[in-house]
């Protein structure tokens, strides 16, 4: 097959300088097609754009944007809003000429990528989370509102490839009645070589105040209920009554503060560190995410628990094992597909705080099998490697635009 370089397309309604996996995987995929030769631009709202002005020197690709309120008319009427975005695309498509589309986000910027593109222009859509997923009990997912609802199964269905970033994805995509042939399987991925590095664990720790000899849990992710912090809250509490001190729970992520008031409540103040938002970018002669800071973290750590009810992904979890450390969480979707059922790290039922608490202690107590998880951890995460994965992009590229060339020519 052809093997010139192509120029990508790339939508999406989050980006940096927000940090998550949408963003932070939408960065490593155009970083590495740029590295490989090819074109990719993304498409970004433009409070993303505006926010990346100082930083745009150290992005290694084009960033374009969508025009400004163009994701408060989605708001506020989605219908509209994603007909405004597929008209903005098409007007991308001219001035670049763009060989295929890779949408990030299923809606807005999917739904609207797939009315511009359907049947005019090869495409794929990379859903990401509460795009797709939806947890009636904790208030999450886009799709409780039933025009966003409406909005992903008329459109979503009638994509030229949906790109599933674990089991969890595919079988939301198969209820909307996608056949299989058009979902296709790529995890999101980690930079292996950015969690490969000494730091002083001892500083680091200085740095958070915590103990330089405790047994160091650390959690990554927002503070979110689907989180699960309120389980992992009371696991420590568990653990302290049980095993006493010897041990930290270390919380980085936006809005982990607010947990004080339960952490108090709860008596687990001298346990649990509670670290807010880290790993914003590094910036060296590269854009590097995550940040040191996190990454500094994951290396000063004994293990990670990671309790969450529902990911699409968890990129937490994927990091942790790239930094070599034993993994505690929960059959919650994304969480499981990773750890496959629990062959890669220690898996107890989501929103058991007790089983938590039994799973963290097993590693605390246990060295042999603390080194094998670690070791589990290190070779999971080989799978995740941006590389192989942006192989895999690059093909489904390739393989969408040779079917939509054959198409065009048996077309009368």
Known sequence: MNDHPLTIGMPTSTFLPALGGAEIGLHNI??????????????????????????????????????PKMMTLVHHRPALGTRFIASWLAGIDRQHGIDAWHGTVGFPTGVGLVRYAAGRRPHLVRCAGDDIQVAPEIGYGMRLDPRVDAQIREWLPRADMLVAITESVAREYAALGISSERVCRIPN?????????????????????????AFLFLAVGRNHPKKGYADLLRATRSLVDEVGTGFAVAIAGAASEELHPDVEQL???????????????SLADELLLPGDDLVALYRAADAFVFPSH????????????????????????????????????????????????????????DPGHLQQRASDALKRAQDFSWDRIVDQYIEIYRHVIERADKQEQATP
Not at 38 to 63: E, S
Not at 189 to 213: M, S, T, W, Y
Not at 336 to 362: F, H, K, S
């Open 30 to 67: 155009a970083s590495r097609l740029t590295a490989r030769g090819h074109n990719p631009i993304i498409v970004a709202p433009a409070g993303n754009a505006r926010d990346l002005r100082q930083l745009r020197d150290k992005l290694p690709y084009r960033l374009a944007a969508f025009p």
């Open 189 to 213: 991925g980690v930079d292996l070589a950015r969690f490969d590095q000494p730091v002083n664990r001892a500083d680091v720790r200085r740095q958070h105040g915590i103990p330089e000899d």
């Open 310 to 365: 529902i990911e699409t992904f968890g990129i937490a979890l994927v990091e942790a094992m790239a930094a070599g450390l034993p993994i505690v969480t929960t059959d919650g979707p994304g969480c499981r597909d990773i750890i496959a059922g629990g062959r890669w790290g220690e898996m107890v039922e989501a929103g058991a705080p007790d089983a938590l608490a039994t799973a963290m202690r097993g590693l605390m107590n």
């Open 267 to 281: 008596g687990v103040s001298n346990r649990i560190h509670l670290l807010g938002a880290q790993g914003h970018a």
